[in-house]
């Protein structure tokens, strides 16, 4: 609205345009006629903005061909007059040519049509999502060939690099996959879908794809122990979990330095933890009957990943993670960005001591040792107790 507060034909088709790209007037027509009232001058300001008055009226009166107008009564000093009191559309078609959307409306009706001849099940996606289907108009027929895949290679087990669609490569898929995630819920049946896995990171799980196996890197620390003359090994998660080594400790680290420089141990190996989610060492049942101590940074995040992955592996051990460790070395420590505060249930008492004292700032304002600023003659004296 202007200054004066009369609507205008340029507010009236700007609050439309905001309706419109919520997707109100898509689809079927409903609602109309569409009657919209106006705000519009008093009969006490008739007199007084007699001339502004007259250019608001025919700038509505210019308009007309696209809706109807509604006129009220109005008593003012120069008698009786008539003033635009509300506008009609009688139909979707006018009210889209008020707008300047009709070839975008036909655009919508083609495209919709084609996609509910093969998927009628996405009718009310279609009804919600208008926009999102115009964005990927150009794209749209090779979009409906990966659903109509999808359905018929349902769980397929392959890798999205593997998919033999005609006009369709992996970064097709893979740079749409909220798209495709929303479509396939819809159009693929309930046994095809694995609602346990969400968003991008879940796509290939959830609809029964191959996805790129979790790597996890490791290093023997007795040359006893070394396959072939290999000491350093990195592998998938699914063999590491096959190979059932003869160790009888096991170090989890979380930085690549540290994990290259650990010091020798008989009988062990050391885990590069960082780049894969810890817990999943609780998959592997051998490891429950080894001796694992994980080595994190003294902070609150690192007590959280020791937590849950104790929830996994009850055995496990925190190594230099411990207060005596916190404070020889005060001169290294330096702040953690984002605390957590969460309470952490499977902490032993001591670290739950520490970890309360970490997320209270009792020691100091967010205190933390990062694993590599630990003295290494400190580190090579524990792994030998």
Not at 170 to 177: D, H, L, N, Y
Not at 242 to 252: D, K, P, T, Y
Not at 338 to 357: C, F, G, I, K, N
Request: proline letters at 7%.
């Amino acid at each position: 609205m202007k200054a004066s507060g009369w609507t205008t034909p340029a507010d009236l088709r700007g609050r439309l345009r905001k309706r419109w790209r919520r997707g109100d007037f898509f689809g079927p027509e409903s609602g109309f006629p569409l009657r919209l009232p106006l705000k519009g001058p008093s009969a006490s300001v008739l007199a007084e903005r007699f001339d502004k008055v007259r250019i608001w009226v025919r700038d509505w009166q210019q308009r007309e061909g696209d809706f109807i107008l509604e006129w009220r009564p109005v008593r003012s000093p120069l008698g009786s007059q008539r003033l635009p009191a509300a506008v009609v559309f009688e139909t979707q078609e006018r009210l889209l040519r008020f707008l300047g959307c009709q070839a975008e409306a036909r655009r919508f009706e083609t495209l919709a049509a084609q996609t509910l001849a093969r998927f009628p099940e996405l009718e009310d996606w279609l009804r919600r999502r208008p926009f999102t289907l115009l964005e990927q108009g150009e794209d749209w027929p090779r979009v409906l060939e990966v659903l109509a895949w999808f359905r018929e290679h349902p769980r397929c087990g392959l890798y999205l690099r593997q998919l033999d669609i005609p006009g369709v490569d992996t970064k097709f898929i893979e740079s749409r996959k909220k798209l495709f995630a929303e479509l396939l819920d819809r159009v693929l049946p309930p046994d095809a879908v694995d609602s346990r896995h969400r968003g991008a990171h879940g796509f290939e799980a959830r609809f029964g794809l191959l996805s790129k196996p979790p790597l996890i890197r490791f290093r023997f620390l007795d040359p006893a122990l070394y396959l072939h003359g290999l000491s350093d090994l990195t592998v998938p998660l699914a063999e590491f979990a096959r190979l059932r080594l003869s160790v009888e400790r096991i170090f989890v680290t979380e930085n690549e330095i540290n994990f290259l420089a650990f010091p020798k141990a008989p009988g062990a190996l050391v885990i590069f933890g960082r780049g894969f989610n810890v817990a999943v060492l609780g998959e592997i049942d051998w490891l429950r009957a080894r001796e694992i101590a994980y080595w994190g940074d003294i902070d609150t995040h690192g007590f959280a990943i020791l937590s849950r992955l104790r929830r996994h592996l009850p055995q496990v051990r925190s190594f230099l993670m411990d207060r005596d460790t916190l404070l020889a070395h005060r001169h290294a420590w330096v702040e953690e960005p984002s605390p957590t505060a969460v309470d952490l249930p499977h902490l032993t008492p001591e670290e739950r001591s520490l970890y309360d004292d970490l997320r209270h700032d009792r020691i100091g304002e967010r205190v933390r040792l990062e694993q590599e600023r630990v003295g290494f003659g400190w580190v090579r004296h524990r792994v030998m107790e």
